[in-house]
């Protein structure tokens, strides 16, 4: 069964972007979602994917995702996704053997920057960059599921981490 094992950090600041190798643009719609799973489409430049994914705290979840041709993404995101979207840049910044995803988020989650690793297990050892910040990973608000439900910029100021 295809499993995601991801750590999710917040950034102390901005460093990262000196050595970005790549970036690209997303929306990401959501379909469905409970208490056990997530269904979301996202598009990205020329290709699409749907996607769901366990919805379980912590660093390992199950996930499952399907390539979709653009034109039919395009068209499940206007007919089923309405206000349940985000968009947001992501930006790959290599360290050692990982790469970092650095998602810097826009609309109603203008100002939350977020950097995410994929490991092989939740113990395997990785470089920590001088510019990562706090973990987040077993914090809900920072799922993007979360994220279309209580927006960042509604968060009062002293809870964002």
């Not at 460093?15 to 598009?43: N, P, T, V």
Request: charged share 25%; aromatic share 12%.
């Amino acid at each position: 069964m295809p499993m995601e094992i991801e750590r999710k950090f917040l950034l102390k600041n901005d460093h990262w972007r000196a050595f970005a190798r790549r970036q690209e643009s997303m929306r990401q719609g959501y379909l469905a979602g409970d208490q056990r799973c997530s269904i979301r489409i996202r598009i990205t430049g020329d290709a699409a994917f749907l996607n769901i994914k366990s919805a379980t705290l912590g660093v390992s979840r199950h996930e499952f995702e399907y390539a979709v041709p653009v034109p039919e993404a395009t068209e499940m995101f206007a007919l089923f996704c309405a206000q349940r979207s985000l968009s947001k840049d992501r930006y790959y910044v290599p360290n050692g053997p990982h790469t970092w995803e650095i998602d810097v988020f826009h609309g109603d989650n203008e100002g939350l920057v977020v950097a995410e690793i994929e490991l092989s297990s939740p113990t395997e050892t990785f470089a920590i960059p001088d510019w990562l910040g706090e973990e987040v990973s077993d914090d809900p608000r920072y799922y993007n599921s979360r994220l279309i439900e209580f927006p960042f910029r509604g968060w009062p100021a002293v809870t964002r981490a």
